[in-house]
């Protein structure tokens, strides 16, 4: 499938806003999603959002999706240690998705 | 409510013998699923999904297949396993928009 990208690591400060950031290449894609990983464990679905939306928010959980630069964004506020884990980006065109490598978000207290 | 289950949870297995894994979802009826593997670069692969019972679509060539005998179970089998079949393989399924994952199976070949 299409490539999607994202930058491999992301330190942040306990407190701070995280922002990870997610490029994919196939302009059909339908839904784009955000997905965490904790150490040995499955992937738990963060959010989603349609590709006619340019927003969603979600508790401490803000999406942002420019479709023209195909351009998806996740921005955790008041980041926590519990949220270091790996987030993936997902984008879906068909029945499958398609991810990126993931992203580590390391919190230090 | 959902779940999705999968076992075993660890695996070591020796170069050429087989692979049996199994996925089962409860509290839904004929839901899509799905096998990906996760491999040490951490990207997910696709191997195979599955719309109905019978009904495989492979994404992937390589030495797996997959089977879904029942409406809510999906196996993924090997007849000889490979040094590069190590990784971690996680189970899925859809729900409307959502897809949802199972905890995954550790599989590593010596």
């Known amino acids: 499938g299409e490539d999607v990208e994202q930058s491999l690591f992301l330190s942040v400060r306990e407190g701070d806003s995280s922002v990870i950031n997610c490029t994919y290449t196939?302009?059909?894609?339908?839904?784009l999603y955000w997905y965490k990983q904790e150490p040995g464990a499955g992937l738990q679905l963060l959010t989603y959002i349609f590709s006619n939306m340019d927003m969603k928010q979600d508790q401490r959980l803000t999406v942002l999706l420019n479709k023209k630069d195909k351009h998806l964004s996740l921005r955790i506020a008041d980041t926590q240690t519990g949220d270091s884990a790996i987030y993936f980006c997902?984008?879906?065109?068909?029945?499958?998705?398609?991810f990126g490598k993931g992203t580590s978000l390391l919190v230090t207290p | 409510s959902q779940t999705i289950h999968q076992w075993p949870a660890t695996l070591v297995q020796p170069v050429g013998s087989p692979l049996s894994l199994e996925c089962t979802v409860e509290g839904t009826s004929n839901p899509n699923l799905y096998w990906y593997r996760q491999a040490a670069g951490r990207g997910l692969q696709l191997l195979f999904y599955s719309v109905g019972i019978g009904q495989i679509s492979s994404e992937v060539p390589q030495n797996l297949s997959a089977s879904r005998p029942q409406d809510r179970q999906f196996i993924l089998s090997s007849k000889k396993l490979l040094l590069s079949d190590s990784g971690f393989y996680l189970c899925?399924?859809?729900?409307?928009?959502?897809?949802?994952f199972g905890p995954g199976t550790r599989l590593t070949v010596l």
């Open positions: 196939d302009s059909s894609s339908t839904y």
């Open positions: 899925a399924w859809d729900s409307y928009n959502e897809q949802f």
């Open positions: 997902a984008e879906r065109t068909g029945y499958a998705l398609n």
